[in-house]
């Protein structure tokens, strides 16, 4: 069976500081698909990465950074300087190779205060 | 902007009446559409897969009486709740994966329609 488990239910900061969002995850398949989206006030998931488990590179993109550790399960995201507007709901979710169906994880709301 | 749009973005109704969610893929064709339920502050949990042409697969738990899927083409998935209860009230949103046009075969989401049954 496949889980992904996102400890964090809130995290608060302050503009420009940096925040990590963990997200662990579980799986009997040799190759996966792993997946970071934004969910904004509006209700929209806003696709933010895909990571597939060949590909233990971490990736950057601007201020977005994300860590994938296979010997520990994890795909971390980190924002760098947040902003404001990086406030949403992070969710952190998992597909088989060949799957389209995703595994999400309960989500971590991240809110930036100015 | 944009690639997969649904319809309505929220609905007020009353228990018992039947309530139609369209989800349609702007500029690609989805093959494929998947419907998915999410509580206030909860993950969001797979429904059913929406095949078009084909019939919906559902996933475990979830009563294909209570929710019709219907893909007639390969743009537009409806989602019907019948008889909706105050439990049916959640956030639905549809995602779609598609062929051609802007589609890489990623997966995109819709805004969401928040059903609120009275």
């Known amino acids: 069976a496949q889980k992904v488990t996102q400890a964090q239910t809130e995290i608060s900061v302050v503009e420009k500081e940096d925040v990590t969002l963990d997200c662990v995850y579980e799986t009997r398949d040799t190759t996966y698909y792993l997946f970071w989206y934004k969910q904004p006030p509006s209700g929209e998931l806003v696709f933010l990465i895909r990571r597939n488990s060949f590909d233990e590179q971490n990736e950057i993109s601007g201020r977005y950074s994300w860590n994938f550790q296979k010997s520990t399960s994890s795909f971390n995201f980190t924002i760098t300087a947040s902003q404001v507007v990086d406030s949403a709901v992070y969710f952190c979710a998992l597909s088989g190779l060949g799957s389209e169906k995703l595994v999400f994880g309960k989500g971590t709301k991240l809110t930036v205060n100015p | 902007g944009a690639v997969v749009s649904q319809h309505p973005s929220w609905v007020i109704c009353k228990s018992g009446t039947s309530v139609k969610i369209e989800c349609r893929s702007l500029?690609?064709?989805?093959?494929?559409m998947f419907w998915y339920r999410q509580f206030p502050k909860q993950s969001l949990m797979l429904m059913a897969t929406s095949n078009e042409g084909s019939k919906a697969t559902y996933e475990q738990g979830v009563e294909k009486d209570k929710f019709l899927i219907n893909h007639a083409s390969l743009t537009l998935s409806t989602l019907t709740v019948t008889s909706a209860h105050p439990e049916d009230s959640s956030f639905y949103i549809c995602s779609a994966r598609g062929v051609g046009g802007r589609s890489t075969g990623e997966l995109f989401f819709g805004e969401g329609s928040r059903l609120t049954v009275l």
């Open positions: 500029d690609f064709q989805a093959t494929t």
